[in-house]
Nanobody, 127 residues
């Protein structure tokens, strides 16, 4: 059974930091793009960051310079380091894997391109 399990969410003051982890089990995703998405109450799920097969990274404009996505293929884990957090970063954060594209350096920002999802972890940033 393939699973993605997020952890590391919580409550933090504006300007603070959190590190999210996404541990995969049941298969390896080293040749797949792995992404982070988020969904705030009353809003659609939105792309945050992605790391490709080949470790290229791409970010939503509003998190560039503050968030860093990385992966450790030996641990089958993807991370999202979030610094200088703002109240507008408050959301449930989801890890996702795109196993359909499977092309070096390629990434997708649409949630419809991702076929494996974690259960999400809540991030709340207080002002």
């Amino acid at each position: 059974q393939v699973q993605l399990v997020e952890s590391g969410g919580g409550l933090v003051q504006a300007g603070g930091s959190l590190r999210l982890s996404c541990a995969a089990s049941g298969r390896t995703f080293s040749r797949n793009a792995m992404g982070w998405f988020r969904q705030a109450p009353g809003k659609e799920r939105e792309f945050v960051a992605v790391v490709t097969w080949g470790d290229s990274t791409y970010y939503k404009d509003s998190v560039k310079g503050r968030f860093t996505i990385s992966r450790d293929n030996a641990k089958n884990t993807v991370y999202l380091q979030m610094n200088s957090l703002k109240p507008e970063d408050t959301a449930v954060y989801y890890c996702a894997a795109d196993t359909l594209t499977q092309r070096w350096g390629t990434y997708r920002t649409s949630s419809r391109a991702y076929d494996y999802w974690g259960q999400g972890t809540q991030v709340t940033v207080s002002s």
